[in-house]
T-cell receptor, first 116, second 116 residues
Framework: AQKITQTQPGMFVQEKEAVTLDCTYDTSDPSYGLFWYKQPSSGEMIFLIYQGSYDQQNATEGRYSLNFQKARKSANLVISASQLGDSAMYFCAMRAINTGGFKTIFGAGTRLFVKA | GAVVSQHPSRVICKSGTSVKIECRSLDFQATTMFWYRQFPKKSLMLMATSNEGSKATYEQGVEKDKFLINHASLTLSTLTVTSAHPEDSSFYIC????????????FGAGTRLSVL
């Protein structure tokens, strides 16, 4: 069975500092994709970053980077130089190609609060 | 980036009426779209996978006769909540898979349904 776990229901970070949001996953499928989405209070899900299970390097997108530890089955999101606009709900997600088809499962989410 | 448009953003209806929600991929063709439901302060729950030109695949526990899905073209999927009841009140979000962008799912802005 596939599973995504986000153990931090809420996180606080000071503006301009870096923050790491944890995500662990479980799948028996050797081929999978990992995603992070941001959901501000408006409700829209915003794609942030993608990591493929066979990618050799950790994904980076601007201030977002994904710390991919395959052996540990973790895919933590690192946000550098936090901004007030980063305050939102963050979801980790996974799609296992062979066993999951194109279905993506989501973690419970982490609410990030950026303090001025 | 890819854009998915969802309409309406908010709808209030009387119990017993039907409500149609549209999801469009604006700059790519989506053979597969997904419909999610999100309860307050909860993660996304996949309701069904919408396949262009064929029947939708519903998740276990989702009533296919209540939540009708039509994927008539490569850019449009609709979700119709039939004979809506107050317990159907929720936030519904669609997403579309971009086959040209690592199958990343892009989300619509969501529809907040309130059934009186």
């Amino acid at each position: 069975a596939q599973k995504i776990t986000q153990t931090q229901p809420g996180m606080f970070v000071q503006e301009k500092e870096a923050v790491t949001l944890d995500c662990t996953y479980d799948t028996s499928d050797p081929s999978y994709g990992l995603f992070w989405y941001k959901q501000p209070s408006s409700g829209e899900m915003i794609f942030l970053i993608y990591q493929g299970s066979y990618d050799q390097q950790n994904a980076t997108e601007g201030r977002y980077s994904l710390n991919f530890q395959k052996a540990r089955k973790s895919a933590n999101l690192v946000i550098s130089a936090s901004q007030l606009g980063d305050s939102a709900m963050y979801f980790c997600a996974m799609r296992a190609i062979n066993t999951g088809g194109f279905k993506t499962i989501f973690g419970a989410g982490t609410r990030l609060f950026v303090k001025a | 980036g890819a854009v998915v448009s969802q309409h309406p953003s908010r709808v209030i209806c009387k119990s017993g009426t039907s409500v149609k929600i549209e999801c469009r991929s604006l700059d790519f063709q989506a053979t597969t779209m997904f419909w999610y439901r999100q309860f307050p302060k909860k993660s996304l729950m996949l309701m069904a996978t919408s396949n262009e030109g064929s029947k939708a695949t519903y998740e276990q526990g989702v009533e296919k006769d209540k939540f009708l899905i039509n994927h008539a073209s490569l850019t449009l999927s609709t979700l119709t909540v039939t004979s809506a009841h107050p317990e159907d009140s929720s936030f519904y979000i669609c997403s579309a898979r971009d086959p040209n962008a690592k199958n990343i799912q892009y989300f619509g802005a969501g529809t907040r349904l309130s059934v009186l």
